[in-house]
């Protein structure tokens, strides 16, 4: 793992105990993905965007999201999505239905997440948000262990980054209206406040 410079000023704990240390959770897994690249110079993370997957759709703990976001989907997958074929797609966390959660993208780095996006009239949220994917579907209740690591984890990223204000924890269909629909009407925004 390389050492950051300046790893001290990303280094915040929460009462919960979940801290940002050289741009990884705490408790996370790391997943390095090869779907990533670098920030534009000087861009630090003022977004987070909530996603919403499952593979195969309504499936949970497949191991397949996952494999997608390594670049290493299974075969069988292969043939039922094609359409997931070479896709280079990544988001910095998954935060599987249990509440644990994989990183796959060191948060200063961009992670390929949100497509064709804006925010505010900013366009290409990847370059300065943070993706979060939820495994669940747009119209499925997500689990309570999502919602309680959400809770440790979004202060961990607000503390971290200052520029991550409460009301800019969005979800994808707010970034990509009419392209995107998740993470759905089944998410309670109301839990996050």
């Keep these: 793992m390389a050492t950051h410079e300046h790893e001290h000023e990303h280094r915040t ?20 993905s090869p779907h990533q690249d670098a920030r534009p110079a000087g861009v630090e993370p003022s977004l987070v965007i909530l996603h919403g997957i499952s593979l195969p759709p309504g499936r949970f703990g497949t191991g397949v ?68 994917e939820l495994e669940g579907m747009d119209l499925l209740p997500y689990a309570d262990a999502q919602y309680d690591a959400l809770a440790r984890t979004l202060p961990a990223l607000r503390a971290a980054y200052p520029g991550i204000v409460q009301d800019a924890i969005v979800g994808h269909e707010h970034v990509a209206p009419g392209r995107k629909t998740d993470p759905g009407p089944a998410f309670e925004w109301h839990r996050l406040r």
């Excluded at 009462?15 to 741009?23: F, I, K, L, R």
């Excluded at 039922?80 to 509440?99: I, K, Q």
Aim: hydrophobic residues 40%.
């Design 13 to 32: 704990a929460t009462p919960a105990g979940d801290a940002v240390t050289a741009h990884w959770l705490q408790g996370a897994s790391r997943l390095p």
């Design 65 to 132: 999201v996952e494999s997608l976001f390594l670049g290493q989907l299974p075969v069988p997958e292969q043939r039922a999505y094609p359409d997931l074929v070479g896709l280079r797609v990544s988001s910095h966390l998954f935060m599987r239905r249990d509440g644990s959660i994989a990183q796959f993208v060191p948060f200063d780095r961009r992670a390929w997440h949100a497509g064709r996006s804006a925010w505010r009239g900013r366009a290409g949220c990847n370059d300065f948000s943070i993706g979060i």
